[in-house]
């Protein structure tokens, strides 16, 4: 007695995560990195207000028309080398932890949507160390892991990248500033000149202080949404 084969069963329109993919909650993580990036805003206010004594003491200066002397050249490097000093300390301490947090993100992407993820989870690390690469490797990785992020990641609705557009616009505009600011700085001679670096410094501090607010928001924003997906479903390790 023949019998009719049995048909196949229709696939997966999407790619959907196995009992052995585990999902490893960015919670934690994103409350530590909104207080460290809380430092680094505070750190920039620091550099801002020592810009600002700089100018106002080279316009005392140019005012009295008196000689630039140690004293007061002394006073305002102080400052500004001390908030520059501070400025390091917390961006590198936010940096690893930024790194780690980003690269649990990006493998919690690749658990919801890995056909949507164009690089692997390594560049997550690796992309911030490629010279000028780092300016676009992980903006695209941001990209994919929002995206993938989406209740719905395959969706017509497009994700909302405004908040990562915007934060990383000002982070790679500061980038550029930063050294353009502190070059001034170094090269300037005259009280004039040093009044006339402050400015970008200024600049420099501010563009930074608004990239770190925005990334508290990029990092939430992500943090919110696959928080969410992994309530929704999935096995899930807290560490």
Not at 24 to 37: D, E, K, M, N
Not at 163 to 188: M, N, Q
């Amino acid at each position: 007695m023949n019998h009719a084969p049995a048909p196949f069963p229709a696939p997966a329109p999407h790619p959907v995560p196995t009992a052995r993919q585990v999902l490893h909650s960015p919670v934690g993580l994103s409350h530590a990195l909104t207080a460290l990036l809380g430092c680094v805003a505070l750190a920039n206010v620091l550099e801002i207000a020592a810009a600002l004594r700089l100018r106002s003491v080279m316009d005392g200066i140019i005012a009295d028309g008196t000689a630039l002397g140690d004293e007061a050249l002394e006073l305002v490097d102080y400052g500004l080398r001390g908030s520059s000093q501070v400025y390091v300390v917390c961006f590198l301490a936010t940096a690893v932890v930024f790194i780690v947090w980003f690269h649990r993100v990006r493998r919690n992407a690749g658990v919801f949507a890995p056909d949507l993820q164009r690089r692997g989870a390594g560049w997550a690390i690796g992309g911030w160390f490629v010279p000028f690469g780092n300016l676009w490797i992980p903006f695209g990785i941001a990209v994919d892991v929002l995206r993938a992020s989406h209740p719905d990641p395959y969706g017509r609705q497009p994700s909302r990248q405004g908040i990562l557009r915007a934060w990383w616009g000002a982070w790679v505009l500061s980038w550029f500033v930063h050294r353009f600011a502190f070059l001034a700085y170094d090269k300037a001679q005259t009280a004039q000149q040093l009044r006339d670096a402050a400015g970008p410094l200024v600049v420099s501090a501010s563009l930074d202080l608004v990239a770190a607010l925005l990334a508290i928001l990029f990092v939430r924003q992500v943090t919110r949404m696959q928080h969410a997906k992994v309530l929704g479903g999935g096995t899930v390790a807290a560490a």
